[in-house]
């Protein structure tokens, strides 16, 4: 007998060491990620785009763009300094974060697309690790668990 099943669960339904609940596995991410040169596909709700500049040779049709929220991008002067250089990863998540504090209603508009479907941010860098989009979708991510805790405080949900 399992410790589960001492407690009267059925085992069917225990965690499997190393894996997600079953509920936590099946929830779609409401929030993702995707370079502007990967092709459209029927499971990215909205989509994004993220960058303050339009990637080079995508057509708008190629693109299909819901969105485009470029005053989320990092500032001139940020992009330049960063240059994609892994060494200022870190440096970059800080500063990258500071300016997105100034932006926090467009950060709470993205946040609430995300709670009400999928979500995909699009990105033209070819580092899918150290790039802006990857920042900004933690920043929405966290501030969408904010609005979460907020919705089961009050009831809502």
């Known amino acids: 007998m399992t410790p589960f099943q001492a ?4 085992a069917r339904h225990a ?3 190393g894996r997600a609940p079953r509920a936590a596995r099946m ?28 990637p080079r040779g995508v057509s708008k049709e190629r693109l299909a763009i819901d ?10 002067g940020l ?3 960063f240059a ?10 800080r ?22 479907g999928r979500v995909t941010l699009l990105f033209a860098a070819r580092d899918q690790i150290h790039n802006d989009a990857v920042v900004l979708a933690a920043v929405v991510r966290r501030r969408m668990a904010r609005v979460r805790s907020a919705r089961r405080a009050a009831g809502d949900g």
């Open 67 to 76: 969105d485009w929220m470029k005053e989320l991008a990092p500032s001139a």
């Open 27 to 54: 929830e779609p991410p409401m929030l993702r990620l995707k370079r502007a040169y990967e092709p459209q596909s029927r499971g990215d709700g909205r989509r994004v785009l993220v960058d303050r500049l339009w």
């Open 95 to 116: 500063l990258y974060k500071l300016e997105l504090e100034a932006r926090m209603d467009l950060v709470d508009r993205l946040a609430g697309y995300a709670l009400g």
């Open 79 to 81: 992009r330049r300094w």
């Open 84 to 93: 994609h250089d892994p060494a200022k990863w870190v440096e970059f998540q």
């Open 7 to 10: 407690i009267g669960g059925d």
């Open 15 to 17: 965690a499997r060491p």
